[in-house]
Protein backbone atom coordinates (compact mmCIF):
# COMPACT_ATOMS: atom_id res chain seq x y z
CA UNK A 1 0.00 0.00 0.00
CA UNK A 2 0.97 3.39 -0.79
CA UNK A 3 0.00 4.80 2.11
CA UNK A 4 1.94 5.04 5.19
CA UNK A 5 -0.37 5.54 8.37
CA UNK A 6 -4.12 3.52 8.74
CA UNK A 7 -7.02 4.14 10.91
CA UNK A 8 -9.38 1.06 11.78
CA UNK A 9 -12.49 1.21 14.00
CA UNK A 10 -14.12 -2.09 15.46
CA UNK A 11 -13.09 -2.08 19.33
CA UNK A 12 -12.36 -5.84 19.80
CA UNK A 13 -13.11 -7.69 16.96
CA UNK A 14 -11.22 -10.83 15.52
CA UNK A 15 -10.91 -9.16 12.20
CA UNK A 16 -9.25 -5.52 13.42
CA UNK A 17 -6.72 -7.24 14.99
CA UNK A 18 -6.08 -9.48 12.39
CA UNK A 19 -5.78 -6.32 10.43
CA UNK A 20 -3.71 -4.58 12.33
CA UNK A 21 -1.14 -7.05 12.88
CA UNK A 22 -0.98 -7.70 8.77
CA UNK A 23 -0.13 -3.93 8.51
CA UNK A 24 2.52 -3.35 11.41
CA UNK A 25 3.93 -6.80 10.77
CA UNK A 26 3.60 -7.54 7.18
CA UNK A 27 3.71 -4.62 5.47
CA UNK A 28 5.25 -1.87 7.76
CA UNK A 29 2.32 0.14 7.55
CA UNK A 30 1.38 1.99 11.18
CA UNK A 31 -2.20 0.80 12.00
CA UNK A 32 -4.34 3.16 14.63
CA UNK A 33 -7.53 1.82 16.26
CA UNK A 34 -10.31 4.18 16.87
CA UNK A 35 -12.05 3.70 19.32
CA UNK A 36 -16.17 3.38 19.42
CA UNK A 37 -16.05 7.38 20.47
CA UNK A 38 -14.47 8.03 17.10
CA UNK A 39 -11.32 9.05 19.21
CA UNK A 40 -8.12 7.70 17.90
CA UNK A 41 -3.95 8.54 18.36
CA UNK A 42 -3.58 10.14 15.33
CA UNK A 43 -4.08 13.87 13.91
CA UNK A 44 -3.78 12.00 10.16
CA UNK A 45 -3.88 9.28 8.16
CA UNK A 46 -4.35 7.95 4.65
CA UNK A 47 -7.18 5.16 4.44
CA UNK A 48 -9.98 4.16 7.09
CA UNK A 49 -10.82 1.00 7.09
CA UNK A 50 -14.59 0.73 9.10
CA UNK A 51 -15.20 -2.50 10.87
CA UNK A 52 -16.83 -1.04 13.51
CA UNK A 53 -20.86 -2.36 14.13
CA UNK A 54 -22.88 -2.71 17.16
CA UNK A 55 -25.63 -4.99 17.88
CA UNK A 56 -24.39 -7.98 15.91
CA UNK A 57 -25.49 -10.62 18.25
CA UNK A 58 -28.55 -12.84 17.55
CA UNK A 59 -30.49 -10.58 20.51
CA UNK A 60 -29.96 -7.46 19.24
CA UNK A 61 -29.87 -7.98 15.43
CA UNK A 62 -33.50 -7.13 14.78
CA UNK A 63 -33.19 -4.15 17.92
CA UNK A 64 -34.34 -1.03 15.16
CA UNK A 65 -32.26 1.59 17.84
CA UNK A 66 -29.19 -0.34 18.02
CA UNK A 67 -29.23 -0.93 14.02
CA UNK A 68 -30.21 2.70 13.47
CA UNK A 69 -27.20 4.23 15.68
CA UNK A 70 -25.05 2.35 13.24
CA UNK A 71 -25.81 4.07 10.59
CA UNK A 72 -24.92 7.56 12.71
CA UNK A 73 -21.90 5.83 14.14
CA UNK A 74 -21.05 5.36 10.47
CA UNK A 75 -21.72 8.62 9.38
CA UNK A 76 -19.46 9.70 12.29
CA UNK A 77 -16.77 7.38 10.68
CA UNK A 78 -17.25 8.94 7.49
CA UNK A 79 -16.44 12.20 9.32
CA UNK A 80 -13.47 11.26 11.36
CA UNK A 81 -11.74 10.52 7.83
CA UNK A 82 -12.11 13.64 6.54
CA UNK A 83 -10.91 15.00 9.42
CA UNK A 84 -7.82 12.92 9.11
CA UNK A 85 -7.47 13.68 6.05
CA UNK A 86 -7.62 10.05 4.63
CA UNK A 87 -8.12 9.65 0.61
CA UNK A 88 -9.78 6.02 1.26
CA UNK A 89 -12.88 4.96 3.30
CA UNK A 90 -13.20 0.80 3.28
CA UNK A 91 -16.59 -0.11 4.59
CA UNK A 92 -16.92 -3.70 5.94
CA UNK A 93 -20.45 -4.61 5.06
CA UNK A 94 -21.68 -8.35 5.69
CA UNK A 95 -22.88 -11.40 3.96
CA UNK A 96 -26.47 -10.94 5.47
CA UNK A 97 -26.81 -7.47 3.17
CA UNK A 98 -27.87 -10.53 0.31
CA UNK A 99 -30.55 -11.79 2.84
CA UNK A 100 -31.94 -8.21 4.12
CA UNK A 101 -34.94 -9.34 6.13
CA UNK A 102 -33.79 -8.31 9.62
CA UNK A 103 -32.67 -5.12 10.83
CA UNK A 104 -29.31 -5.54 10.93
CA UNK A 105 -29.02 -6.21 7.65
CA UNK A 106 -31.41 -3.68 6.59
CA UNK A 107 -29.16 -1.43 8.64
CA UNK A 108 -25.87 -2.53 7.01
CA UNK A 109 -27.32 -1.63 3.50
CA UNK A 110 -28.38 1.61 4.34
CA UNK A 111 -24.77 2.58 6.31
CA UNK A 112 -23.11 1.51 2.95
CA UNK A 113 -25.48 3.35 0.74
CA UNK A 114 -25.36 6.90 2.87
CA UNK A 115 -21.50 6.51 3.81
CA UNK A 116 -20.65 6.32 -0.09
CA UNK A 117 -22.72 9.30 -0.74
CA UNK A 118 -20.87 11.01 2.48
CA UNK A 119 -17.72 10.53 1.22
CA UNK A 120 -18.39 11.16 -2.39
CA UNK A 121 -19.48 14.96 -0.80
CA UNK A 122 -16.08 14.81 0.91
CA UNK A 123 -13.81 13.76 -2.06
CA UNK A 124 -13.06 9.98 -0.12
CA UNK A 125 -12.93 6.88 -2.17
CA UNK A 126 -15.39 4.91 -0.76
CA UNK A 127 -14.82 0.84 -1.27
CA UNK A 128 -17.66 -1.09 -0.33
CA UNK A 129 -17.39 -4.93 0.84
CA UNK A 130 -19.60 -8.06 1.72
CA UNK A 131 -17.14 -10.42 4.20
CA UNK A 132 -18.82 -14.17 4.28
CA UNK A 133 -18.07 -16.51 7.42
CA UNK A 134 -14.70 -15.95 8.77
CA UNK A 135 -13.02 -17.61 11.21
CA UNK A 136 -9.87 -17.80 13.61
CA UNK A 137 -8.40 -16.00 16.53
CA UNK A 138 -10.44 -14.35 18.60
CA UNK A 139 -13.55 -15.44 17.13
CA UNK A 140 -16.45 -15.53 19.16
CA UNK A 141 -17.26 -18.73 21.42
CA UNK A 142 -21.08 -18.91 20.56
CA UNK A 143 -20.32 -19.66 16.59
CA UNK A 144 -20.50 -22.92 14.81
CA UNK A 145 -16.68 -23.24 14.10
CA UNK A 146 -15.86 -21.86 17.80
CA UNK A 147 -18.37 -24.24 19.66
CA UNK A 148 -17.36 -27.53 17.54
CA UNK A 149 -13.79 -27.15 18.21
CA UNK A 150 -14.87 -26.93 21.77
CA UNK A 151 -16.61 -30.29 21.74
CA UNK A 152 -14.20 -31.96 19.85
CA UNK A 153 -11.62 -31.43 22.23
CA UNK A 154 -13.70 -32.26 25.01
CA UNK A 155 -14.62 -35.46 23.49
CA UNK A 156 -17.80 -34.56 23.46
CA UNK A 157 -20.87 -34.53 20.96
CA UNK A 158 -22.23 -31.06 19.34
CA UNK A 159 -26.28 -31.02 18.37
CA UNK A 160 -26.14 -29.99 14.68
CA UNK A 161 -28.41 -29.61 12.11
CA UNK A 162 -28.74 -31.82 8.84
CA UNK A 163 -25.93 -29.21 7.65
CA UNK A 164 -26.98 -29.23 4.33
CA UNK A 165 -26.30 -25.58 3.89
CA UNK A 166 -23.78 -24.81 0.74
CA UNK A 167 -21.43 -22.61 2.88
CA UNK A 168 -18.12 -20.52 2.44
CA UNK A 169 -15.69 -20.15 5.14
CA UNK A 170 -12.16 -17.82 5.11
CA UNK A 171 -9.68 -17.48 7.60
CA UNK A 172 -9.39 -14.51 8.99
CA UNK A 173 -5.92 -13.43 8.37
CA UNK A 174 -6.90 -14.34 4.69
CA UNK A 175 -9.73 -11.66 5.10
CA UNK A 176 -7.40 -9.24 6.79
CA UNK A 177 -4.96 -9.32 3.82
CA UNK A 178 -8.03 -8.95 0.96
CA UNK A 179 -9.14 -5.78 3.17
CA UNK A 180 -5.89 -4.36 2.62
CA UNK A 181 -5.40 -5.04 -0.81
CA UNK A 182 -9.08 -3.13 -1.11
CA UNK A 183 -7.24 -0.19 0.75
CA UNK A 184 -4.79 0.09 -1.86
CA UNK A 185 -6.22 -1.16 -5.32
CA UNK A 186 -10.26 -1.33 -5.17
CA UNK A 187 -12.56 0.84 -7.26
CA UNK A 188 -14.93 3.09 -6.48
CA UNK A 189 -18.66 1.64 -7.34
CA UNK A 190 -17.52 -1.75 -7.08
CA UNK A 191 -18.71 -4.55 -4.35
CA UNK A 192 -16.50 -6.49 -3.41
CA UNK A 193 -17.16 -10.29 -1.90
CA UNK A 194 -14.68 -11.03 0.68
CA UNK A 195 -14.43 -15.35 1.10
CA UNK A 196 -12.34 -18.19 -0.04
CA UNK A 197 -15.14 -18.55 -3.23
CA UNK A 198 -15.20 -22.00 -2.83
CA UNK A 199 -18.56 -22.79 -1.24
CA UNK A 200 -18.94 -26.35 -0.33
CA UNK A 201 -21.90 -28.38 1.82
CA UNK A 202 -21.59 -27.21 5.68
CA UNK A 203 -21.55 -31.08 6.56
CA UNK A 204 -18.15 -31.37 4.57
CA UNK A 205 -16.69 -28.78 7.07
CA UNK A 206 -17.78 -30.18 9.86
CA UNK A 207 -15.91 -33.79 9.40
CA UNK A 208 -13.00 -31.96 8.21
CA UNK A 209 -13.02 -29.83 11.48
CA UNK A 210 -13.73 -33.62 12.98
CA UNK A 211 -11.38 -35.58 11.35
CA UNK A 212 -8.68 -32.87 12.13
CA UNK A 213 -9.17 -32.80 16.28
CA UNK A 214 -10.94 -36.13 17.33
CA UNK A 215 -11.47 -38.70 14.78
CA UNK A 216 -13.43 -40.92 16.77
CA UNK A 217 -15.73 -38.57 18.24
CA UNK A 218 -19.48 -38.90 17.26
CA UNK A 219 -20.99 -35.80 15.61
CA UNK A 220 -24.45 -35.02 16.13
CA UNK A 221 -25.37 -34.07 12.32
CA UNK A 222 -29.28 -33.85 12.00
CA UNK A 223 -30.02 -33.54 16.10
CA UNK A 224 -30.75 -29.79 16.02
CA UNK A 225 -33.69 -28.36 13.77
CA UNK A 226 -32.87 -25.69 11.45
CA UNK A 227 -33.95 -22.39 12.48
CA UNK A 228 -37.36 -20.76 10.84
CA UNK A 229 -35.15 -18.02 8.46
CA UNK A 230 -31.93 -20.37 7.90
CA UNK A 231 -30.55 -19.16 5.02
CA UNK A 232 -29.76 -22.01 3.13
CA UNK A 233 -26.73 -20.97 0.54
CA UNK A 234 -24.67 -18.56 0.93
CA UNK A 235 -22.04 -18.27 -2.13
CA UNK A 236 -19.38 -15.98 -2.67
CA UNK A 237 -17.91 -14.76 -6.38
CA UNK A 238 -15.07 -13.29 -5.55
CA UNK A 239 -13.76 -12.61 -9.29
CA UNK A 240 -14.08 -8.74 -8.33
CA UNK A 241 -11.84 -8.69 -5.69
CA UNK A 242 -9.26 -10.95 -7.67
CA UNK A 243 -9.31 -9.06 -11.00
CA UNK A 244 -8.74 -5.67 -9.11
CA UNK A 245 -6.33 -6.77 -6.53
CA UNK A 246 -4.72 -10.31 -7.40
CA UNK A 247 -5.98 -11.60 -4.20
CA UNK A 248 -6.44 -15.77 -3.96
CA UNK A 249 -6.89 -17.29 -0.60
CA UNK A 250 -3.21 -18.49 1.42
CA UNK A 251 -5.05 -20.96 3.46
CA UNK A 252 -7.27 -23.84 2.93
CA UNK A 253 -9.51 -24.59 5.50
CA UNK A 254 -7.97 -27.49 6.92
CA UNK A 255 -4.11 -25.46 7.07
CA UNK A 256 -6.41 -23.11 8.90
CA UNK A 257 -7.81 -25.04 11.19
CA UNK A 258 -4.47 -26.66 11.87
CA UNK A 259 -2.27 -22.95 12.45
CA UNK A 260 -5.74 -21.60 14.67
CA UNK A 261 -5.12 -25.23 16.81
CA UNK A 262 -0.60 -25.31 16.26
CA UNK A 263 -0.96 -28.75 15.44
Not at 130 to 140: M, N, P, Y
Request: aromatic share 8%; charged share 20%; with cysteine.
Amino acid sequence: MIESKVVISGARGMLRTALMQYCNESRQVSAFRVARDLTVGTSSADCFFHLGWGGVSASERDDCEVQAANITYTLGAVELAAKLGCARFVYAGSQAELNATHAYAISKNAAADLAAIACEQRGIDFIRTRIFSIFGEGDSPNTLISSLISSLQRGEKLPLTKCEQIWDYMYVKDCARALYLLGELGKVGEIYNIASGVARPLHEFVHELRDIIAPNCELGIGEKPYSPNQVMRLCADISPLTRDTGFVPQYSFADAVKGLLDL
